[in-house]
């Protein structure tokens, strides 16, 4: 079976701090893709991300960086220098086909 | 990318009601989908949006309680019947635009959602 475990349900930070969102995965595929969303308060989820399971390189964008590693069955999210916009709730979704899976999601609370 | 718009963004609704929900997106997509999220909880997938067929629900959601229509490539329809209180949720609806393969691993765009209230 397939299961995405963030097991922080909520976290605050104060501005400008460093934030580390955990993601722990389980499937049998050895194909598969892991993604990031954002869900601000408005409701819509936006894309963040997705990787795909042949590829454990760990990517940047600007503030936000994932690492990815097969061995942990981990894909964590961190966001540098957090600001008060990047309060949301992110969920970790994990799709072996066009299916998502995804988990209970991590409220982040960014501090002025 | 694609945009998403659905409405209604919110209802309050009688018990035993039933409300119907639009999706609309900018383009013509493969594989449209619809979920629920219960208060501060994660989403589930409610059942996906086949074009002139029937749509392929998910283990626990029936057809005669969430009837879905699927008229063309851009538009879809779920219906929340005969509500209770514990149909209270969000309902949203993706979109994968077409990808090589079975889709595995498309990108999924939601809209905002619709935020209901059953009293």
Known sequence: AQKVT?????????EKEDVTLDCVYETRDTTYYLFWYKQPPSGELVFLIRRNSFDE?????????????????????????SQVVDSAVYFCALAGTYKYIFGTGTRLKVLA | ?????????????????????????????????????????????????????????????????????????????????????????IYLCSVAPSGPGQGAGNIQYFGAGTRLSVL
């Open chain 2, 1 to 89: 990318s694609a945009v998403i718009s659905q409405k209604p963004s919110r209802d309050i609704c009688q018990r035993g009601t039933s409300l119907t929900i639009q999706c609309q997106v900018d383009s013509q997509v493969t594989m449209m989908f619809w979920y629920r999220q219960q208060p501060g909880q994660s989403l589930t997938l409610i059942a996906t949006a086949n074009q002139g067929s029937e749509a392929t629900y998910e283990s626990g959601f029936v057809i005669d309680k969430f009837p879905i229509s699927r008229p063309n490539l851009t538009f879809s329809t779920l219906t929340v019947s005969n509500m209770s209180p514990e149909d209270s949720s």
């Open chain 1, 6 to 14: 963030q097991a922080q349900t909520e976290i605050s930070v104060v």
């Open chain 1, 57 to 81: 390189q760990n990517e940047i964008s600007g503030r936000y960086s994932w690492n990815f590693q097969k061995s942990t069955s981990s894909f964590n999210f961190t966001i540098t220098a």
